[in-house]
């Protein structure tokens, strides 16, 4: 579910304590929960709690995570699905052992596959999609486990980025268009699988190729085995993988997320270029991109807002996040650098729309004379089924808004957004490959009735009664 973080390594006589560092490095892919399951060829050992994983681990329960092969996820918060029991990895315990999978990515087909299960006797324990992948492996026929997932993955529709661990064997796939990124890496000889390259230089572990689309490798004491789940295959890896979500000091298949960033920016600015006095980023999100934009058009780069590394979850009255409390808490912009000064501040995505009018709020109230928002993606006009967490359609500021009534609705003097094609050249890509749907609503993997989302909330909201 949503765009979480995984990571997984066989073979290595610490393989919980690396698991949980590599899980650090993909903590912003997700904060809500964390967990590990580790395998000593026999047993497998499993914790997961709620929150960040500085909060989930310590040296006590990290240390009964036995065993040298281990895999690990952090959880992407989503609305109202916020519990323990969604928490990843999931482990069950089957009649001939136990298994556990760890789930990147959203299953559009999840509703009609779940109550095909459902109506065959399947008793589900959460609300995550993920967790039908191990009811279709466990009621598979095939006698080979191996098999049994590779029939089990050739039934999922979507998104999939997923590792699978049991007591012989850690197994990582990924879905046949590739939407969301996994890799594999080597330390100390043995492979190691994440789902971003900074885990990698976490760990010390070297990159060796990124898992391909529809491709499904099995880690073993035998070895690597490499396998196709289909024979027809796309690469539609997310482009909101190189604008947001991605850590800038990771590679997306062997490219600079960070360069990528900074072409984006220094596009945007050849696209939609203003008189101004300084550029600025909203940070962290935007920091490359705003650094492009400000060395192609030589307006200096300066930091005018500054980022509270502290936030974590807050309990703002509704009365206060009236007052722009959340931002305030958030950012906070610095004054004198501000002062009679023309703006451009550089964001990597307008979603709903409140960061930036509250930012460029913030920015007049500290003296900026004019603020012009430059945004270093097209507008999100289109949902996202495959992943991440965007909201409906309706709520997406440019699904019905036009770029001018979004200007005067977050109250810039002007607002650009990087055009398709300027992503596109950023990227190094051409229509067909990446997702765009978000910019678009062409979508590679066809969507339900428009379910997906709908259809799960049907699910969840029935499981909360229950
Ligand atoms: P808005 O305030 O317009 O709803 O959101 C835009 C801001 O959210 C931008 O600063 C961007 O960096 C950030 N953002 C974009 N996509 C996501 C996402 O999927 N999750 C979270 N938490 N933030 C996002
Ligand atoms: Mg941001």
């Known amino acids: 579910m949503g765009d979480c973080g995984i990571f997984g390594i066989y073979g290595h006589s610490e393989a919980s304590v690396i698991t949980y560092m590599g899980l650090y490095a993909l903590q912003h892919r997700g904060q809500e929960s964390a967990g590990i399951v580790s395998s000593d060829g026999s047993i497998l050992y499993h914790y997961k709690g709620m929150g960040e994983v500085r909060f989930v681990f ?149 990159y060796i190729r990124d898992i391909k689309p529809g491709e499904m490798v099995v880690i073993s004491k035998d070895g690597i085995e490499s396998m196709m789940i289909h024979k027809s295959v796309s690469n539609n890896l997310c482009i909101f993988e190189y604008i947001y979500f991605s850590r800038p000091d990771s590679c997306l298949e062997g490219k600079s997320v960070y360069q990528t960033r900074k072409k984006m920016g220094r596009i945007l600015a050849e696209e939609s270029p203003v008189d101004a006095d300084i550029v600025i980023p909203v940070p962290d999100s935007s920091n490359c991109a705003a650094l492009g934009y400000a060395e192609e058009s030589g307006i200096p780069f300066e930091f005018g807002l500054i980022r509270s590394h502290y936030i974590g979850r807050t309990f703002i009255e509704p009365e206060q996040k009236t007052r722009d409390f959340d931002a305030r808490i958030k950012y906070n912009a610095v004054r004198n650098l501000l002062d009679g000064k023309r703006v451009v501040v550089v964001d990597d995505s307008i979603v709903r729309g409140t960061t930036s009018s509250k930012i460029i709020n913030m920015l007049r109230r500290m003296g900026a004379d004019e603020v012009h928002l430059r945004v270093s993606s097209p507008p999100i006009t289109h949902s996202c089924f495959y992943g991440i967490d965007t909201p409906t359609r309706k709520e997406l500021a440019a699904s019905s808004s036009s770029v001018e009534e979004i200007e005067s609705f977050i109250g810039a003097d002007s607002l650009r957004y990087l055009s398709l094609d300027g992503l596109m050249k950023a990227v190094g890509t051409k229509r067909g490959k990446h997702c765009i749907a978000c910019f678009t609503g062409d979508y590679p993997v066809p969507i339900p009735e428009e379910a997906g989302k709908e259809a799960l909330e049907k699910v969840i909201s029935r499981i909360r009664l229950f």
């Open 58 to 206: 310590n040296e006590e329960n990290l240390r009964k995570l036995k065993g040298s092969r281990a895999i690990g996820h952090v959880r992407y918060s989503t609305t109202g699905t916020s519990n323990i029991y969604n928490a990843q990895p999931i482990k069950v315990d089957l009649l001939d052992g136990s298994l556990a999978v760890a789930h990147n990515g959203n299953i559009v087909n999840a509703y009609s596959l779940r109550r095909e299960l459902e109506s065959g006797g399947a008793i589900f324990h959460t609300t995550s999609d993920s967790e039908i992948i191990l009811h279709l492996i466990s009621r598979s026929k095939d006698r080979d486990r191996v098999e049994a997932i590779l029939t089990a993955l050739r039934k999922l529709e979507g998104a999939y980025s997923l590792v699978y661990l049991d007591e012989d064997r850690l197994i990582t796939a990924r879905d046949p268009c590739g939407f969301r990124p996994l890799c594999l890496g080597r330390m100390d000889g043995v492979f190691v699988v994440a789902s971003e390259t900074c885990a990698f230089d976490m760990v010390g572990a070297e």
